[in-house]
């Protein structure tokens, strides 16, 4: 009763980015994905030419405005930021990522695949994923069932509390009028802010943004709205700002930063507040002790879409948890939470897949790119995606490495070019160890090297599973043996993409579509899994046929 060999299944890829998850299901042979979705211009492109069967939308939305016929299966990881109540330091409230997941339990009831597969962050389940209610959330909370908890969301920590605040972040017109426009603005004083610890970076954020500095003190002077606390704040920081410049040395960068601190205080809690009204969040209460919050309901992402798409609706039979790319092959400590639903009618009873490597066999960083260490990099990310003519193996290559040389030329093998600085670090660090192993001359163009994280400057280790690849140039990941940067092409090979699959755009964009990819190899183990239920429904269907008989 096995389906015939031949059968393919009609998939969308929504949140495709370069196609990560694309590939390891095409990689099986059963799956046509006929369409995917994605709104970055560089992970578009990407995608067009490494899946040119498949057609590429750029809105989401437009999966439930086109017709796509039969849709078997949809996959896609839809981009979801946790929150922190206690993080006062951003100048947003809301992820408007954490809707992107809702767009896609969207697509799902309208098309009503036979499975889905929803891939994201391995703290997807934890508390720190919800959404913040809305007003068009009511009817859809009293359907499902869906539980919500009171949330606080910090506006104004209790030091820089005055009288009118509360009154202040309820109206649009008073948010507006204290609310800079240009965010650029924000971001210098932040950014200045942000470096009273480093002398180096403060002195050189002075001197880049002196213009812009100037141009704010003059006008935090004139627009003074006298008898307004925010008002009066902007106006004394702005005759700071202007004898710091005017007169050098009478004013110390402890003073600057004190005056500054309170103006960009308020501008983080106009946001936030903007932000409220503008996604119609349903505030029960601004409270004012200790401060000033936000009283909000918000539910946890994985109850709504359990509760949607599983037990409340009776849909989908699903089966959830943490996935170990590398117990599938994968050469690297990723852990991704994965959702799998499977209509009911399909099957009662569906299980994540398990993977076939074990600590004692994992693949290496070794495995992944020792062969290709004496072919040298370039610096032009354009010139990358031309490619460069393979040799033949070396005589002793791993099986991954024969895996993935699946043709003669070798793409991407850009990397970031090595300043003198970054050179002196690389030199001294050794495999395995990363920024916190440099002396402190070595750090001291960080704004705070204590907090620094453990992936940066980080020198991969031969013989070990790499980290989580993310954007390694960003974190100035270190070849194993090499002074240089780890390239493109060495990243996507950490991820399992074949050496055929060729990245576009700029530089950064094209580390960034690996970083944020779904490994191939781990996306094909997937596919694999799911074809045993979905054969499974197709047989059963096949035999009544032949049968003369229908299936309830």
Known sequence: MKAKSGTKYRVIDLFAGAGGLSCG???????????????????????????????????????????????????????????????????????????????????????????????????????????????????????????????????????????????????????????????????????????????????????????????????????????????????????????????????????????????????RMLSKAKELLDNNISVSEYA???????????????????????????????????LS????????????????????????????????????????????ISDIESLATITDAAKGENGIVFGNPPQRISQLGEILRDSGVLYNHVSTETTPEALKRFKVIKQGDNFHSLTAELKTNYSNPIRTQNTIYLRLNYNELSGTVVNVRKSMWIHPVLNRALSIREAARLQTFPDSFIFFGTKDAQYQQVGNAVPPMLAKAIANHLCEYLDRKKAIITYLADAGKELD
């Open 288 to 322: 004012v002790s200790r401060g000033l919050a936000a009283k909000v309901k918000s539910m946890a992402v994985i109850d709504y879409i359990e509760a949607i798409l599983g037990a409340s609706s009776n849909e989908y039979t699903i089966a959830k948890g943490v």
């Open 25 to 267: 299901f095409l990689q099986t042979g059963r799956f046509d994905v006929i369409a995917a979705f994605e709104n970055n211009p560089h992970a578009q492109k990407t995608y067009r030419k490494n899946h040119p069967g498949t057609v590429v939308y750029s809105d989401v939305d437009e999966a439930l405005n086109t017709e796509l016929g039969r849709v078997d299966v949809v996959i896609g990881g839809p981009p979801c930021q946790g929150f922190s109540n206690a993080n006062r330091q951003k100048n947003h409230a809301i992820s408007h990522n954490n809707s992107l997941v809702k767009k896609y339990v969207d697509v799902i009831l309208k098309l009503k695949p036979m499975a889905f597969i929803m891939e994201n962050v391995s703290t997807l389940p934890s508390n720190t994923h919800r959404f913040y209610v809305d007003r068009n959330d009511a009817a859809t909370i009293k359907e499902y069932a869906i539980k919500t908890e009171e949330s606080l969301i910090p506006l104004l920590d209790e030091h820089f509390m005055f009288d009118s605040a509360d009154d202040i972040v309820t109206k649009y017109d008073l948010i507006s009028r204290f609310r800079w426009a240009n965010e650029n603005d924000y971001l210098t004083l932040n950014v200045l802010y942000k470096y009273r610890g480093n002398p180096l970076k403060f002195t050189a954020t002075l001197a880049k943004h002196r213009s812009r500095l100037l141009s704010l003190a003059k006008r935090f002077i004139e627009n003074q709205n006298t008898g307004m606390h925010i008002g009066e704040k902007e106006c004394a920081a702005g005759k700071i700002i202007l004898q710091f410049f005017a007169e050098p040395g009478s004013v110390s960068e402890d003073v600057l930063c004190n005056a500054v601190e309170p103006i960009i205080i308020f501008q």
């Open 325 to 368: 790319a590398a117990s599938f092959g994968v050469p690297q400590k990723r852990m991704r939470f994965v959702i799998v639903g499977m209509k009911k009618s399909v099957s009662e009873v569906i299980s994540l897949p398990e993977g076939s490597f074990s600590e004692t066999d994992f693949r290496t960083v070794r495995d992944a």
